[in-house]
């Protein structure tokens, strides 16, 4: 069973640079057939996708915040991460980290339970 735990700062100052972590037990984070995302919601708004990283080391971020977000893999850790610069109350939200695998028998995906930041001064 993959498991996927978040960690970060809870509140952030705006302007400053968000770094989230990932923890991924159950899979190796460069196993073939994983990609892993983040995710982030605002209340009563949809998910919204932030970031890629592929099996290959190939990675994209959603346009409109691809100038100020970043994925990065850490094998020693077996985790995934979040970097997002300059961040803005706008951005404040809970970030999801989650892990889409294709099984020949279908695509599953796997969710963290979340973790809140809070962009204020």
């Known amino acids: 069973q993959v498991q996927l735990q978040e960690s970060g700062p809870g509140l952030v100052k705006p302007s400053q640079t968000l770094s989230l972590i990932c923890v991924v037990s159950?899979?190796?984070?460069?196993?073939?057939?994983?990609?892993w995302n983040w995710v982030r919601q605002v209340p009563g708004k949809p998910l919204e996708w932030i970031t890629y990283?592929?099996?290959?080391?190939?990675?994209d971020s959603m346009p409109s915040l691809r100038s100020r977000a970043s994925i990065s893999r850490d094998n020693a850790k077996n985790s995934v991460n979040l970097q997002m610069n300059t961040l803005k109350p706008e951005d404040t939200a809970v970030y999801f980290c989650?892990?889409?695998?294709?099984?020949?028998?279908?695509?599953?995906?796997?969710w963290g339970q979340g973790s809140q930041v809070t962009v204020s001064s």
């Open positions: 159950g899979a190796s984070i460069t196993a073939d057939y994983y990609t």
């Open positions: 990283i592929a099996t290959d080391g190939g990675s």
């Open positions: 989650n892990a889409q695998v294709n099984y020949t028998s279908g695509i599953k995906h796997y």
